[in-house]
């Protein structure tokens, strides 16, 4: 009995083993013959064109004033009066404040009065010096008189005819006439050095006068540039002081105005080795700023200068832009996007996003229709975007086929339908189009790294195509 039921049983799964086999092989054969009847895959593709493609980079900055004076007074006093409107504009040489003048005035006064008494002083000194002249060319006369005298008296002398102390008192008259002359000669050039005197303090009146001019002019306290004013620091009665360490108030020149970007070292490297090996050629200095609501700022810049050193805490080169801003639409410390085309290269492909993938390892690549319409994949370098699409400088060739849509439904070694994409190079995006209608236009820069094939996209991009 126990016999047959263990018969029974072995019987019952062999029997479900060879119905299970069955049906597997059924199915098998049902997935090959449907494949057999289903038609190859159809993909669009791009024909790759080398061209030359602007770089363009993208960079944050700040706007800086193109010059910036902090007013200080450089006279002390009381402020009588603020001459401006905070917040206005104003011109070079514009009164600001004025300081009071009492005291200026009044030294003024006194100084006028010193230059006065140092003239009067040089009046006397002069006639000073006249009476010294007048008293010399009398001490000479005497002199003169005095050596006649004792010569005739020589020639008396030797016969005799005088006697020997008239002689004598004839040279006592020539010495004593000798002494008088040195004496006028001294007291002229006393009354020489009086005038210099005179004059020196005539000199230093006048200086000391000037001065005190110069100070009463300063208590009008003039702007040193034109631009616009900042809020006062200071009303009417405000004591202030020379050289104080707070400014009266601060003016800044906004027209033009200069825009603050920084630049990682290691992408300058990278670009000045491009230039240097021929794979890109400089691009052009003028730079387009997008501001913080997103519109594009209608006037272009020029790169004003880029630093000669790079910044240890942030490894960033500055660079400074130098942009035209009559009406001032653009104020310090705002922040703002400029791009910049740094660089052109040659010999770049443009392709679309959606024909780009990543790998697991972050390497990214395209399918390629080969000659036999099978797909095979290709490595690619990936440098930017330009009118949103992807630039590859290395990887493709003249003429290759890259597939734009339909990559996501094939695999390598698939044998495809290849079609032609009808619009290769579509119309940039709404911004770019907003971007398009400036003057010179400039294209949007994304990240640099491609993301992986997005499957809603790219549905998007096959609709359009149809």
Same mark, same amino acid.
């Given at each position: 009995?126990?016999?047959?039921?263990?018969?029974?049983?072995i019987a019952s799964i062999l029997s479900g083993a060879v119905l299970i086999g069955c049906g597997k092989n059924?199915?098998?054969?049902?997935?090959?013959?449907?494949?057999?009847?289903?038609?190859?895959?159809? #993909?669009?593709?791009?024909?790759?064109?080398?061209?030359? #493609?602007?770089?363009?980079?993208?960079?944050?900055?700040?706007?800086?004033?193109?010059?910036?004076?902090?007013?200080?007074?450089?006279?002390?006093? %009381?402020?009588?009066? &603020?001459?401006?409107?905070?917040?206005?504009?104003?011109?070079?040489?514009?009164?600001?404040?004025?300081?009071?003048?009492?005291?200026?005035?009044?030294?003024?006064?006194?100084?006028?009065?010193?230059?006065?008494?140092?003239?009067?002083?040089?009046?006397?000194?002069?006639?000073?010096?006249?009476?010294?002249?007048?008293?010399?060319?009398?001490? $000479?006369?005497?002199?003169?008189?005095?050596?006649?005298?004792?010569?005739?008296?020589?020639?008396?002398?030797?016969?005799?005819?005088?006697?020997?102390?008239?002689?004598?008192?004839?040279?006592? $008259?020539?010495?004593?006439?000798?002494?008088?002359?040195?004496?006028?000669?001294?007291?002229?050039?006393?009354?020489?050095?009086?005038?210099?005197?005179?004059?020196?303090?005539?000199?230093?009146?006048?200086?000391?006068?000037?001065?005190?001019?110069?100070?009463? =002019?300063?208590?009008?306290?003039?702007?040193?540039?034109?631009?616009?004013?900042?809020?006062?620091?200071?009303?009417?009665?405000?004591?202030?002081?020379?050289?104080?360490?707070?400014?009266?108030?601060?003016?800044?020149?906004?027209?033009?105005?200069?825009?603050?970007?920084?630049?990682?070292?290691?992408?300058?490297?990278?670009?000045?080795?491009?230039?240097?090996?021929?794979?890109?050629?400089?691009?052009?200095?003028?730079?387009?700023?997008?501001?913080?609501?997103?519109?594009?700022?209608?006037?272009?810049?020029?790169?004003?200068?880029?630093?000669?050193?790079?910044?240890?805490?942030?490894?960033?080169?500055?660079?400074? @832009?130098?942009?035209?801003?009559?009406?001032?639409?653009?104020?310090?410390?705002?922040?703002?996007?400029?791009?910049?085309?740094?660089?052109?290269?040659? =010999?770049?492909?443009? &392709?679309?996003?959606?024909?780009?993938?990543?790998?697991?390892?972050?390497?990214?690549? #395209?399918?390629?229709?080969?000659?036999?319409?099978?797909?095979?994949?290709?490595?690619?370098?990936?440098?930017?975007?330009?009118?949103?699409?992807? #630039? &590859?400088?290395?990887?493709?060739?003249?003429g290759d086929k890259v597939v734009v849509i339909g990559g996501s439904k094939v695999k390598p070694e698939q044998?495809? %339908? &290849?079609?032609?994409?009808?619009?290769?190079?579509?119309?940039?995006?709404?911004?770019?189009?907003?971007?398009?209608?400036?003057?010179?236009?400039?294209?949007?820069? %994304?990240?640099?790294?491609?993301?992986?094939?997005? =499957?809603?996209?790219?549905?998007?991009?096959? @609709?359009?195509?149809?």
């Open positions: 009995m126990k016999h047959s039921t263990l018969a029974l049983v059924e199915d098998a054969a049902g997935e090959q013959a449907a494949q057999q009847q289903m038609p190859p895959a159809v #993909v669009n593709v791009q024909t790759v064109t080398l061209e030359t #493609v602007p770089q363009v980079q993208t960079f944050s900055g700040r706007t800086a004033a193109y010059q910036t004076a902090d007013v200080r007074p450089q006279v002390n006093g %009381v402020i009588d009066e &603020v001459l401006f409107r905070e917040g206005s504009n104003v011109k070079k040489g514009q009164p600001l404040y004025r300081i009071n003048t009492d005291n200026y005035a009044s030294s003024i006064a006194s100084g006028q009065a010193a230059v006065q008494q140092a003239q009067a002083n040089l009046l006397t000194a002069q006639a000073t010096r006249d009476n010294a002249k007048a008293e010399l060319a009398s001490r $000479q006369a005497s002199l003169a008189q005095a050596r006649n005298d004792l010569q005739r008296l020589q020639g008396l002398v030797s016969i005799d005819a005088i006697s020997k102390q008239q002689y004598d008192q004839a040279q006592t $008259q020539v010495r004593t006439a000798q002494a008088a002359e040195q004496s006028a000669v001294a007291a002229v050039g006393q009354a020489q050095a009086g005038i210099e005197n005179a004059r020196a303090g005539i000199q230093t009146a006048e200086a000391n006068l000037a001065a005190s001019n110069l100070d009463l =002019n300063r208590t009008i306290v003039r702007a040193p540039l034109t631009g616009r004013t900042d809020r006062s620091s200071v009303t009417a009665g405000t004591l202030v002081s020379a050289g104080q360490a707070d400014p009266l108030v601060t003016i800044s020149r906004l027209d033009p105005i200069y825009v603050d970007i920084s630049q990682s070292s290691s992408e300058l490297l990278k670009l000045r080795q491009q230039i240097s090996e021929g794979k890109a050629q400089p691009g052009m200095n003028s730079v387009e700023l997008v501001l913080e609501d997103g519109s594009v700022y209608p006037v272009r810049g020029k790169l004003a200068l880029s630093e000669a050193k790079v910044d240890e805490s942030t490894g960033a080169v500055t660079l400074r @832009a130098i942009f035209p801003n009559s009406n001032n639409l653009l104020l310090p410390g705002m922040y703002v996007t400029a791009r910049l085309t740094q660089s052109v290269i040659n =010999n770049a492909v443009l &392709v679309q996003q959606s024909a780009v993938m990543r790998t697991p390892k972050g390497e990214t690549q #395209v399918y390629i229709a080969d000659q036999n319409n099978k797909i095979q994949v290709r490595p690619v370098t990936i440098d930017g975007t330009y009118n949103g699409q992807w #630039v &590859v400088t290395d990887g493709l060739q003249a044998e495809v %339908v &290849v079609k032609p994409l009808e619009n290769a190079n579509p119309a940039p995006s709404t911004q770019n189009a907003a971007t398009a209608k400036t003057p010179q236009q400039a294209a949007k820069t %994304v990240d640099k790294k491609p993301a992986g094939n997005d =499957n809603s996209s790219e549905k998007q991009t096959e @609709a359009a195509a149809q």
